[in-house]
C-alpha cells in the first residue's frame, strides 16, 4: 500500500505543522504526574477537559488558549460543516491533523462533543439542536460525556434499565448510569434511557436525550481506578425533568441514534503514534549506555519489541484502511471494530514488552526514580481498561464474525 502523501495532503501537513509550531501556548505543558488518559486519542501529560478547569492558573490558561487557537480554524471540529463552526476538512485532512497532533504531543479538544455527539446531531439531530449545541463545541466552551453504559447493561446496552417517563412537553427520567468518561467536567451529557419497559426486542424501547449536566435531581460521582485516578464517573437520575425537546430522534428509536454515535467513536487513527512513541523510547533507551547497563538484554526482549514495531504499522494501515472507506463515503463498519480491537490488544501487549525489557526495574512506580520504567509499568495499569471501553474484545470478535465475516449468530 502506498500512503504517501499527494502534494495538497502534504502542503496541509506542513501547514498543521506550522500552526501547531506558533500557536501551541509556550505555558501548557504536559503534567509529569498525571496518570495516561484512558481516552486513545489523547497524547500522555494532557487531559483537556480537566486541565480546562484546572487549578493551576497556567494550565488553565493553556488549555482556554490552545483551544482558542484551534476554534479560529475550526480545527476542535475539523469535519463539521463551517456554518456550525467547523473547517469542513476532508477525512483525510482531518486524519493529517489528528496525525500530527498526537506527533507534536499536543492534546485535541473536547474529543466527546466533537467526534461522537457531534457528528450524531449533523446526523440525527434537529435544525435547532445543531445551532444551539454545535457551536459551542466548535469554540471550546462547552464539553459533553456520553451515559449510555449500566451496572449490569454494558456489552448487552439494550437491556438498560434507566427510566424515562412522558410528563407533558418532559421526560422525567430515574436510574443510574456508570463509567460515564470525564463525567465531572461535563456541561451537559447524552443518555439512552427506556421509554418502553416491555419492548421485544428490547432496543425498541431505547430514546436518546440530551441532558443539563446541572440539571436538578442529577448526582455525578467520580469513580476511583485501579491507578488511584478518577478517569470516570457514576451517575444517579432521581426525577430529572428533560425537555422533549432534547430527544434526539423519534421516541423510542434511540437505538439507532446511538449506534450512529458508537460508529464514529470506532473510527479514527487512535493510539497508534503514542505506541509508535513508546516504542521509539524504548528503542532509543536500549540502544544507550545506561540502557546496555540497567536493561535486561536478550533475544526474547528484542525479538518482542520488533513484533510490536510490526504490529503498529499494522495497526497504521488499518486506521489509514478505514479512512480510506470513509473518504469513498462508507460509514465505517467491521473493519472499525478490528482496528479498536487490535488497537486495544496491542497496547496491552506493548506494555508487557516494556515491563518484560525493564525486568525488576519495571517494579519503579516513581516517575522520578526511573521515568521510562515507570512509563511502561503505568502503561500496563492503562492498558487494563483498553480492552473494554470502546466495547470489548470480545463483542468486536462477535462483529467481525457476524457483520464481517457473514457468520450465524449462534
Ligand atoms: C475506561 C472506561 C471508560 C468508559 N467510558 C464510558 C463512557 O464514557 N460512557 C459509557 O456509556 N460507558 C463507558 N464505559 C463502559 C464500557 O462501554 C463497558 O465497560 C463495556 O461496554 C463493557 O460492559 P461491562 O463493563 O458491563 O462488561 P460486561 O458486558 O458485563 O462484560 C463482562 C465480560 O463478559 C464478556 N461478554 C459479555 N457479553 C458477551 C457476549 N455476548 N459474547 C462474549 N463475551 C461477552 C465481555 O467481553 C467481558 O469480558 C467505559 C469503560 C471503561 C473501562
Known amino acids: 500500500m502506498n500512503w504517501a502523501d499527494s502534494p495538497e495532503q502534504a502542503a496541509f501537513r506542513e501547514e498543521v505543522r506550522a500552526f501547531i509550531r506558533d500557536n501551541f501556548p509556550e505555558g501548557y505543558r504536559p503534567d509529569p504526574g498525571a496518570e495516561q488518559s484512558l481516552e486513545p486519542e489523547d497524547v500522555w501529560g494532557y487531559n483537556w477537559p480537566a486541565d480546562r478547569v484546572s487549578d493551576d492558573p497556567e494550565r488553565r490558561d493553556?488549555?482556554?488558549?490552545?483551544?482558542?487557537?484551534?476554534?479560529?480554524?475550526?480545527?476542535?471540529?475539523?469535519?463539521?460543516?463551517?456554518?456550525?463552526?467547523?473547517?469542513?476538512?476532508?477525512?483525510?485532512?482531518?486524519?493529517?491533523?489528528?496525525e500530527e497532533m498526537m506527533r507534536a504531543r499536543v492534546p485535541t479538544v473536547n474529543g466527546i462533543g466533537a467526534f461522537l455527539l457531534g457528528p450524531t446531531l449533523l446526523e440525527a439531530g434537529t435544525d435547532e439542536q445543531r445551532a444551539t449545541h454545535l457551536p459551542p463545541i466548535a469554540r471550546g466552551e462547552v464539553t459533553w460525556a456520553q451515559g449510555f453504559s449500566e451496572p449490569g447493561s454494558g456489552s448487552d446496552l439494550?437491556?438498560?434499565r434507566t427510566r424515562a417517563v412522558r410528563d407533558g412537553d418532559h421526560y422525567v427520567v430515574d436510574g443510574q448510569k456508570v463509567w460515564t468518561s470525564l463525567g465531572q467536567y461535563a456541561d451537559w451529557l447524552f443518555v439512552l434511557v427506556r421509554t418502553e419497559p416491555d419492548a421485544d426486542p428490547k432496543h425498541r424501547g431505547i430514546t436518546f436525550l440530551l441532558v443539563d449536566a446541572r440539571s436538578p435531581g442529577l448526582t455525578i460521582n467520580p469513580i476511583t481506578d485501579i491507578r488511584?485516578?478518577?478517569?470516570?464517573?457514576?451517575?444517579?437520575f432521581d426525577g430529572v425533568r428533560v425537555p422533549v425537546s432534547c430527544r434526539v430522534g423519534e421516541e423510542n428509536r434511540g437505538w439507532y441514534v446511538a449506534m450512529t454515535a458508537l460508529s464514529f467513536e470506532r473510527a479514527g487513527i487512535g493510539a497508534t503514534i503514542k505506541y509508535e512513541q513508546a516504542v521509539a523510547e524504548l528503542v532509543r533507551y536500549l540502544s544507550s549506555e545506561e540502557g546496555r547497563r540497567f536493561v535486561r538484554d536478550d533475544a526474547s526482549v528484542r525479538q518482542e519489541i520488533a513484533r510490536r514495531y510490526t504490529e503498529i504499522r499494522v495497526l497504521y494501515n488499518l486506521a489509514r484502511y478505514s479512512v480510506s472507506r470513509q473518504a469513498a463515503g462508507e460509514v465505517p463498519g467491521h473493519e472499525a471494530s478490528i482496528s479498536q480491537m487490535f488497537g486495544a490488544?496491542?497496547?496491552?501487549?506493548?506494555?508487557?514488552?516494556?515491563?518484560?525489557?525493564?525486568?525488576?526495574?519495571?517494579?519503579?512506580?516513581?516517575?522520578?526514580?526511573?521515568?521510562?520504567?515507570?512509563a511502561f509499568t503505568h502503561m500496563r495499569r492503562d492498558s487494563v481498561a483498553t480492552t473494554f471501553l470502546g466495547g470489548t474484545s470480545e463483542i468486536q470478535r462477535n462483529v467481525i464474525a457476524t457483520r464481517g465475516l457473514g457468520l450465524p449468530r449462534s
Not at 75 to 95: D, N, R
Not at 366 to 372: H, I, N, S, T, V
Open 62 to 98: 493553556g488549555a482556554r488558549r490552545w483551544a482558542a487557537a484551534l476554534a479560529e480554524r475550526g480545527w476542535i471540529t475539523p469535519h463539521w460543516p463551517k456554518e456550525y463552526g467547523g473547517a469542513g476538512l476532508s477525512v483525510m485532512e482531518e486524519f493529517i491533523l489528528q
Open 345 to 374: 490488544e496491542l497496547h496491552q501487549r506493548l506494555a508487557r514488552t516494556g515491563a518484560k525489557a525493564f525486568g525488576e526495574f519495571a517494579r519503579l512506580w516513581q516517575r522520578e526514580d526511573a521515568p521510562l520504567a515507570a
Open 158 to 160: 439494550a437491556s438498560l
Open 228 to 236: 488511584g485516578d478518577t478517569p470516570f464517573c457514576e451517575m444517579f
